[in-house]
């Protein structure tokens, strides 16, 4: 195999957010935990939009979803009303075509109804998204390119977990002992829900340690640089589809050439969209002109301790409408509502336990703010807004004035009004309850 390059091993959850072992949770994740400790891990990493495609498509294309056109579900709708990239070319694994590579596709990506039309080399048919599926397609695959291929592989694997619904708790998660994630309460269904979740991420992590074994046994391990992540944060209510810290914040954790090693961890904000550039820079190939993010090597290399004074995310379109957008710096969060309807737009939640719970309480009668501003210091969960707060006034007008820039630069559809779902598309309304509530077809 050609050794000029080194190989890319890009494994993906869906809906994990930070809640994995190495990030302090007491989540049974060993692999995940060993591939942190041979690595990097970035504490402060977060995804470009808090919902499924839109946070792929804003990764693999190294640009935000507003820019890159996944403003929604890939998966939602009649295939010509899906949400789409504008174009296939700027995913990742054409640059990297162009370079050399081969590249395949094992399991999710949730950017493409028909998964061939991104234009992978390979993309391997599997029966399902599951672990105990992809993880196998995937050891196959790498025994297959140790002993045949001449070029050097990108490798997409994607796993299903932890996505909705969970696998039933076993006694390793007994909810008895359990505790819900921050801000949720501590009841018996919150404690249930997070049992269930704890067993899916079980899952996930053998998945992974399945292939990460494969790649030792192969002999490739040490030539290949593996990109851990996932889309957004986990399906649980304020996190998965919201802007908060819960919502857009991710693991990432990177291993292999270029300086990925040692344990080392990183504290700096830095986003999903710096990882297209990271891996142009760390080839020494041309970054195509769309890039929107910064290389993390000179924070690796130790040359800069910060490479962002802030980042932004976005939401338009998940099950229903809901257009948000927030800038984040080290201190201070920014979110800006776009839309009239000022009540949470439910749908946009997944069902299970501890929604459940928030509706026996209200949740559909609790008004949502236009501007929230929160301090990340004091208030990390991002409980008591601070937008009418006077003695932040200056703080607020900065952060308001970074997300218009930010809006403006990057040619932002919502300046112009409302963003129109594409035809075809499947659409909640937002007074409605469950995303499997009866759809309108736009």
């Known amino acids: 195999m050609d050794t000029h390059y080194p190989n890319i091993l890009y494994i993906h959850s869906h809906d994990t957010g930070r809640f994995v072992q190495p990030y302090g949770h007491a989540i049974d994740t060993p692999h995940i935990q060993q591939l942190a400790e041979q690595g990097v891990l970035f504490r402060k990493a977060f995804s470009a939009a808090p919902t499924c495609s839109p946070s792929r498509a804003s990764l693999l294309t190294g640009q935000c979803a507003h820019s890159n056109g996944m403003l929604g579900l890939a998966s939602r709708g009649l295939a010509e009303g899906s949400f789409k990239l504008h174009d296939y070319k700027q995913h990742l694994q054409h640059t990297l075509q162009e370079a050399g590579y ?173 990882i297209y550039p990271t891996i142009c820079d760390l080839l020494s190939i041309e970054r195509p002109h769309w890039l929107q993010g910064t290389s993390l090597l000179p924070l690796i290399n130790g040359e800069v301790e910060r490479i962002h004074d802030a980042i932004f995310a976005e939401v338009n379109y998940h099950a229903a409408y809901e257009p948000q957008r927030c800038v984040r710096t080290q201190r201070w969060k920014y979110i800006r509502r776009f839309d009239p309807y000022l009540w949470p737009v439910l749908p946009n939640t997944d069902d299970g336990p501890s929604k459940n719970l928030y509706m026996r309480y209200g949740w559909k009668e609790r008004p949502m703010p236009m501007e929230q501003l929160y301090d990340l210091i004091f208030d990390p969960y991002e409980m008591n807004n601070l937008a009418n707060d006077l003695s932040t006034g200056p703080i607020l007008q900065d952060l308001r004035n970074r997300l218009d820039a930010w809006m403006k630069r990057t040619d932002d559809p919502l300046l112009h009004g409302p963003i129109p779902a594409p035809t075809g598309f499947e659409l909640n309304d937002q007074d409605q309850i469950s995303p499997s509530d009866p759809v309108r077809i736009v």
């Open 102 to 274: 081969f590249t395949a596709l094992i399991g999710e990506e949730h950017i493409a109804k028909d998964r061939s039309s991104i234009g992978y080399n390979r993309v391997a048919k599997v029966s399902g998204y599951q672990a105990d599926i992809v993880a196998p397609t995937a050891t196959a695959m790498l025994s297959e390119l140790h002993k045949n291929q001449t070029q050097p592989f990108f490798l997409s694997v994607g796993f299903f977990e932890t996505h909705r619904a969970f696998l039933k708790p076993g006694s390793i998660e007994d909810a008895n002992y359990s505790l819900p994630p921050a801000p949720l309460p501590d009841t018996p269904e919150t404690r249930t829900d997070i049992a269930s979740f704890k067993a899916s991420a079980r899952k996930l992590d053998q998945g992974i340690g399945a292939v990460l074994n494969a790649l030792e046994d192969e002999g490739l391990a040490e030539n290949t640089l593996v990109i851990c992540t996932t889309d957004h944060g986990i399906a649980f209510p304020r996190m998965k589809a919201n802007l908060t810290d819960q919502g857009i914040g991710v693991l990432l954790i990177m291993r292999g050439p270029g300086g990925f090693t040692g344990g080392k961890v990183y504290d700096a904000i830095v986003s999903q969209l710096d």
